[in-house]
Structures are given as structure tokens and as C-alpha cells.
């Protein structure tokens, strides 16, 4: 089966199973896993923070984010079609107590005017801004890449108002690697971010949470009160450590066949390609059968792919490319697009 619905569904290397199975291992909830803390330093050490916590999913990373930025009764800045705003399940409103403004981006990408004029003026009876946050890559527009100067912009502007920004960065090694840049370097000056180490990546379980040592130091508090205190976790951070190691620059090649996957299903008249920037291809169905019926079609062929917007688009179609996905698997998949949509 060729699986194009997510880079989540990766299975470790063996490499990274051996990495697994002799991890050196303590109870984190006592700081006393060393595999736990060596990949804070190292993640930390990447992204150019003073220190990282390891978390079990990026919406709990995200999540303790909020919570350490924020407090009740405050707003938060983010783009209409932002992971946090649209799939995190409310949990900013239910968990932290504040309430998200979101701004209706060309791309994923909103700009520094636009939080200028989102930012609450202080008045008493007005919900103040609490936060700013931004994605990179932008999962909902396509892996697109947030511009590292319009980033910097935004930056400025919250900081000017004293308001801390946060990047959700799930995927943001992808877009490092797109840019052919260090990922310190398209991080610098935010307050704090999240990534992924199971999504283009490859490891099974576990995202990363990096800022200040106050802020994570906060961050652990919280991280518990959410249910996120693990013990002998440096199982699964010996399989974030491995990917930190041996994933990051092939991530270049899941581009490439993202483009080249792109390229062949753009011959196909009935569908519309969005170019990518990274590893997610958008695929609108022009005319013909809906993203569902499709999507069932090409399971009963060996592909799966999935509807985008978590099935709220049904003329769209959602295929990302990850390390279980190789050339000759995409080249199939696009014969396979063409047999289904022959004379359509």
C-alpha cells in the first residue's frame, strides 16, 4: 500500500529501532532520563534556544505554549486556517481561558499590518492580545513556507507592543531544507517553538517545545497539568534523537517527489495542482468524482490518499510525501490517478 495521507504514518528505520531498543532510559518526570535530556539540549542547541521540553504530540506542544504566554480573558493572534485555530480542538478557550482572532491570510501567510491593526489598544472593557502565533511550513495551505522576512516583520511589530510570538513549526526542518537555510536562522527572535519529530521526520511519537530556560521551566508545570509527564520516555526521544541525526537533509528528496508528483497529476485535465513548496501537494478535482469517492477508488488500487480540510473540501485532495514514499511509489500512484480518471 502506498500511503500519501499524511508523514505521520512513517514507520522507524531499523536504525532508529536499534537506536529504540538501546536507549539508556530514567523517569523524566524526576528530569533523570538521560536520553530525555540529551534531546532537549540537542533540539535546543539546533533551534538556538536556551532549552527545549520533549512533548508528546505538537498540539500539546503548542497548547503548553499558550498556556505559559498567556493568561484568561487575553486574545491570540493566528491565521484563519491555522493548525491551532482549526484542528487543536478549542483547547486554547478550554484548557487556557483566552479566545483566538483569527486573520484571513493569502497562503497561510498573514502580515505585519494586519496584527498591527488585530492588536487590541487598552481599554478596559476589550479583550487584550496576549499572543501572536505563526506556522511554518503551513500545513492547511499546503506546506507553504511562511517568508522568513514578513516572519521578522510580524516580530517586530508584537514585540514592539510587548507580545510574545510563537511558531508552531511542525514541519519547519521542512521548509530549513526548502530554503537551503540553518533552521536556527528561521527561528531567530521568536519566543518560543514547537516541531515535530513524527511528522517528516520519522519518528514514531514526539514533538519538541524550545524557548527560554523560564519559559520551559514554566512549560513542565504545564506539560504535566495537560498529562504530558512521561517516564522512562527516552525510548521514544532515542528515536527523535536518531532523526535529528539521519532525517533532516533527506527531507530534500520528499520535496523532489513531491514535485514530481505535482508535475504528473497536473497533466491530468480534470485536476487542478497547486505547485508545492515542500512535501504536500494540493489537488483540486475540477470536474469528475468527489474527494471521497476518489480517495476510495485508489484504496481499492493500493493508495491511499486523503480529502483536505479533514474532509471539509470535498473537491480536494491532500498528498504528502515522507520516507516511506519512494520515487518508483509516486510514479505508480500518478498511473494510477490517470486509469481512474481516464475521460473524465
Excluded at 540537542?42 to 505554549?65: C, D, K
Excluded at 506556522?135 to 507553504?144: C, K, L, P, R, S
Aim: some cysteine.
Amino acid at each position: 500500500m502506498i500511503d500519501l495521507r499524511s508523514d505521520t504514518v512513517t514507520k522507524p528505520t531499523p536504525g532508529m529501532r536499534r537506536a529504540m531498543a538501546e536507549a539508556e532510559v530514567g523517569d523524566d518526570v524526576y528530569g533523570e532520563d538521560p536520553t530525555v535530556n540529551r534531546l532537549q539540549e540537542r533540539a535546543a542547541e539546533l533551534l538556538g534556544f536556551e532549552a527545549a521540553l520533549f512533548v508528546p504530540s505538537g498540539t500539546m506542544g503548542n497548547q503548553v505554549a499558550i498556556a505559559v504566554h498567556t493568561r484568561p480573558g487575553q486574545e491570540v493572534i493566528l491565521e484563519a486556517q491555522s493548525h491551532i485555530y482549526n484542528v487543536e480542538m478549542a483547547t486554547l478557550a478550554r484548557f487556557s481561558g483566552v479566545q483566538p482572532r483569527p486573520l484571513p491570510g493569502q497562503r497561510g501567510v498573514i502580515t505585519a499590518d494586519q496584527v498591527r491593526a488585530a492588536i487590541r489598544p487598552n481599554l478596559y472593557y476589550l479583550a487584550q492580545t496576549g499572543l501572536v502565533c505563526l506556522e511554518n511550513t503551513h500545513n492547511a495551505a499546503g506546506g507553504t513556507i511562511f517568508p522568513l522576512g514578513v516572519a521578522r516583520e510580524v516580530l517586530a511589530v508584537a514585540h514592539a507592543h510587548g507580545i510574545p510570538v510563537h511558531l508552531d513549526g511542525a514541519r519547519i526542518f521542512n521548509a530549513a531544507v526548502a530554503l537551503g537555510l540553518p533552521v536556527s536562522e528561521l527561528v531567530r527572535g521568536f519566543d518560543s517553538v514547537m516541531f515535530c519529530l513524527s511528522k517528516g521526520l520519522g519518528a514514531p511519537v514526539g514533538s519538541v517545545l524550545c524557548g527560554s530556560r523560564e519559559f520551559i521551566a514554566e512549560a513542565r508545570r504545564v506539560r504535566k497539568a495537560l498529562g504530558g509527564g512521561m517516564r522512562q520516555a527516552g525510548i521514544l526521544a532515542a528515536a527523535g534523537l536518531y532523526a535529528l541525526a539521519h532525517h533532516i537533509d533527506r527531507l530534500a528528496e520528499d520535496h523532489e517527489n513531491a514535485r514530481l508528483l505535482a508535475e504528473g497529476l497536473a497533466q491530468i485535465p480534470c485536476l487542478s495542482v497547486t505547485p508545492p513548496e515542500t512535501n504536500i501537494v494540493l489537488v483540486e478535482i475540477v470536474r469528475g468524482p468527489t474527494a471521497p469517492e476518489l480517495a476510495e477508488r485508489l484504496k481499492r488500487r493500493g493508495v491511499l490518499v486523503a480529502p483536505a480540510g479533514a474532509g471539509t473540501e470535498p473537491r480536494k485532495l491532500r498528498l504528502v510525501t515522507h520516507l516511506d514514499v519512494s520515487r518508483q511509489d509516486i510514479l505508480r500512484t500518478i498511473d494510477l490517478f490517470w486509469e481512474e480518471l481516464r475521460g473524465v
